[in-house]
């Protein structure tokens, strides 16, 4: 079983910056896909983000130019670093993870709010 523990989420004003983080621990996983999806309210949860293994990434039209994934492989971590936050970013991010045979696993979410 894998955990996924996000941290980073809070309060930004329009224009500001947020940076989430996702640490992955467990036995025995390997890791083929991370990434974020986020769900705002009266909405349906959606990609934010994502990177392969091999350091492909995907991002929503709506966050290209602002926000950025990275992985540090050798600390199982995932980053997202947003950037000119709007308020429409307002959502419970949530952290996603394929293993190595194609289960997915999720974390319980972080709150971003954007607002002056």
């Known amino acids: 079983q894998v955990q996924l523990v996000e941290s980073g989420g809070g309060l930004a004003q329009p224009g500001g910056s947020l940076r989430l983080s996702c640490a992955a621990s467990?036995?025995?996983?390997?890791?083929?896909?991370m990434g974020w999806y986020r769900q705002a309210p009266g909405k349906e949860r959606e990609l934010v983000a994502r990177i392969s293994i091999i350091g492909s990434t995907t991002y929503a039209d709506s966050v290209k130019g602002r926000f950025t994934i990275s992985r540090d492989s050798g600390k199982n971590t995932v980053y997202l670093q947003m950037n000119n936050l709007a308020p429409e970013d307002t959502a419970v991010y949530y952290c996603?993870?394929?293993?190595?045979?194609?289960?997915?696993?999720w974390g319980k979410g972080t709150l971003v709010t954007v607002s002056s």
């Open positions: 467990g036995s025995r996983f390997t890791i083929n896909t």
């Open positions: 996603w993870l394929v293993d190595g045979v194609g289960s997915s696993q």
